[in-house]
C-alpha cells in the first residue's frame, strides 16, 4: 500500500533493537482517514472470505479492527490482556510472548462471542514474530472458529513471523513489508 | 441516544456491585454500526468546538475515539496506561484511580502531539467517578492545550463524576445516564 510506505518513511522513527515507532500516525497518536483507508484494502483483500468478525488484541490492534470491521460491516471482537492467574470457565485463553518486552501475557475471548459458525479475520498493526496471532490462532482452533485470514498493517518481514504463516497456508496480507531496517541505511520495503 | 439505551436494556447485563457488562457490543465485542452512529452522534453535539483531536485512554475507550474521530476528521491521541516508574522527559504523565480494580495506574501522553493549539474533546466508553477523565484533563492542563468538551458513552449517574463536571463547567455529553442500576429493579436511565 503506496500510501502507507510513504507514510512510514515520511513519519516513522527508527530506533535501535528493530524498533520502529509510529506513534504519530498508527498506534498512540492516530490518522483516521488512513485507517480508513487501511480497513478498506483489507476489505478489498479479503472480501471473498464470507468474514464473520474481525479479531485483534487489544490495545493498538483495536483501531485497526474496527475500521476493517467497519468496511465488512461485522463485528469486532478483541481479546483481553490479563494477568490473572485464575481459571476462568467462561473464556478461552492463549499466551502470547513478546519479543520486544522480553516477557509473556495471557490474552483472553468470552466463549459467547466465538463459534463454530464464526470465519475470522484476525488484524494487527504489527507482524514481527507472529506471537501475537499464533495466539489469536489457538484460541479460535479452541472455539474450532477458522480463520479464514490475517491483516497484518506493517510486517517486520525479517523477523520470519510473516514467512511462517505463509508457509502454514495461511493467507496473509500485510499492507508494508520491511525486509530491512537500520539506522544507517533505512528502511527497504519487501517489493509486492 | 434512544438506539444506545434499548441496546443496553436488552444486551447489557448486571451484575453485584453496581457492574454494568456490556461486552457483547461495546468493550469486547463490539458493534461497529452502533459505534458508527454514537460518533456522529458525538460530532452532532461538539461540531461548533473547533476540535482539534479526539483524546482517550487505552484499551476500550480506542474504539470510540476512531469513530468520533472518523466523523470530526481529526486524528485520535489515545493515553496509554504504563507500570513504568521511570521519569520520561518526553511524555504528560497522570495518575487515573480506577474504583473497580480498586488501584491505580499512570497514563502518559508524548508531548509531540499535544499542543496549547489543540481543542480537544475527551471520549470514554464509561464515565464513572470520572478519574480517567480527570486524569486526562490534567494532562492538557500541563499540556495547555484547551479540553472543549468530554463525550461518554455510558454514564454512572449515581457515581457523582459526571456532575462533578458538568459543576465544573465543562460540556459533558453523555448518550445513556444511568441514575440507579440494581439486580432486582434493573436499570433507571436519567430523562434527557
Redesign the interface.
Known amino acids: 500500500m503506496q500510501r502507507l510506505k510513504e507514510r512510514i518513511l515520511k513519519d516513522g522513527h527508527l530506533r535501535a533493537g528493530h524498533l520502529l515507532k509510529v ?3 498508527l498506534n ?6 488512513l ?2 483507508a487501511i480497513g478498506e484494502r483489507f476489505h478489498a483483500l479479503f472480501q471473498e472470505q464470507s468474514i464473520t ?1 474481525v479479531m485483534t488484541i ?3 490492534g ?2 485497526v479492527a ?2 476493517t ?2 468496511a465488512f ?6 481479546a ?1 490482556k490479563t494477568q490473572s492467574i485464575r481459571v476462568d470457565p467462561d473464556v478461552y485463553e492463549s499466551e502470547v510472548f513478546s519479543y520486544t518486552k522480553n516477557s509473556s501475557y495471557k490474552i483472553r ?2 466463549k ?2 466465538l463459534t463454530p459458525q464464526d470465519r475470522i479475520l484476525i488484524v494487527d498493526d504489527f507482524l514481527a514474530r507472529g506471537s501475537a496471532v499464533q495466539g489469536m490462532m489457538a484460541i479460535c482452533k479452541d472455539a474450532k472458529a477458522q480463520v479464514c485470514g490475517v491483516g497484518a498493517v506493517i510486517e517486520k518481514g525479517f523477523q520470519g513471523g510473516g514467512d511462517q504463516l505463509r508457509a502454514a497456508g495461511i493467507q496473509l496480507e500485510s499492507l508494508a513489508i520491511i525486509d530491512a531496517m537500520d539506522l544507517g541505511t533505512g528502511i527497504q520495503f519487501r517489493e509486492n
Not at 460491516?73 to 478483541?78: A, H, T, W
Open positions: 506513534d504519530s500516525f498512540h497518536q492516530i490518522d483516521v482517514s485507517l480508513a468478525k487489544e490495545a493498538s483495536i483501531a474496527v475500521m470491521a467497519l460491516d461485522v463485528p469486532v471482537l478483541f483481553k475471548v468470552s459467547r462471542y
